[in-house]
DNA sequence: TGTCAATATTGACGCATGTCGAAGTCGAAG
DNA sequence: CTTCGACTTCGACATGCGTCAATATTGACA
């Protein structure tokens, strides 16, 4: 990421720092970890990473995704756009098309936090 | 109730078969994980779960919970008992206290299914 | 330019959830 | 048996969230 941001994902908050260990998490950590984890915590999103980890790639169109769930593409335009905005998501537009692709880098340090509260 | 369970918890559905990779997780499957990841994706759960595991012998009394907290007590007993139900928690009355302790298993194994889920 | 197809946004609806005060339960100790 | 203290449960309230239909946006192409 060359340019600055001011604002960090959800993310990328989970990313820095990590003993959550021992210590009890600060009330400031916990508020903006909370929002990624919630982000994950929804059936349909869960069962939308896999799709677009495993496609061609490892990106998505968000054509392929309406086909393989009984949702309105509305519904699905909005979660992928929750995730997008946790940072679990990349976005790109090609044409007409938009593709994501799993972050997976911040999906193993939500794993890797999670791992680390209780021990 | 000593043993033979008929129902089991969150944590549980998600101990056993483990590749979610890179076929889509079925339907099923996010419905029974979802509330496990609901259960610790709220900020003050994900704050109780750390002061717990730290404590003495692993276990901590809910009066000492309290105290770490700025709610009432009602709340916090209310987020114990939702830990407790997805099996992230154990509860044991001794007397006229209440004993948590966190399954660190359970923990262990949300942790592995999520970093999974991206790779 | 105008039309069509792929996504996103908006607005509304109902259901779930976090919070509190008040009341209930259940041991322990007089 | 009565009282007290540690929790839990209940009832109510406000807020948040998943969903859809309708509408808007954006890019390709004729």
Redesign the pocket.
């Known amino acids: 990421m060359s340019k600055s941001k001011l604002t960090l994902t959800a993310a990328e908050s989970v990313a820095c720092c990590s003993p959550v260990l021992t210590d009890p998490m600060s009330e400031d950590r916990a508020e903006r970890i909370a929002?990624l984890l919630?982000?994950i915590?929804?059936?349909?999103?869960l069962r939308l990473l896999s799709p677009v980890a495993a496609h061609e790639g490892g990106e998505a169109?968000?054509?392929?995704?309406?086909d393989a769930f009984?949702?309105?593409?509305?519904?699905?335009?909005?979660?992928?756009?929750?995730l997008?905005e946790v940072g679990l998501l990349d976005?790109s537009?090609?044409?007409?098309?938009?593709?994501?692709r799993v972050r997976s880098r911040a999906l193993g340090d939500s794993a890797t936090l999670l791992a680390g509260v209780g021990r």
Chains 1, 2 share one sequence.
Do not use: F, M
């Not at 915590?41 to 999103?45: C, G, I, K, S, T």
């Not at 169109?61 to 309406?66: A, G, I, T």
């Open positions: 929002p919630k982000a915590a929804d059936p349909v999103r169109c968000v054509c392929d995704l309406n009984e949702l309105s593409q509305p519904t699905i335009s909005h979660h992928l756009k929750v997008h976005r537009k090609r044409g007409v098309w938009v593709y994501y």
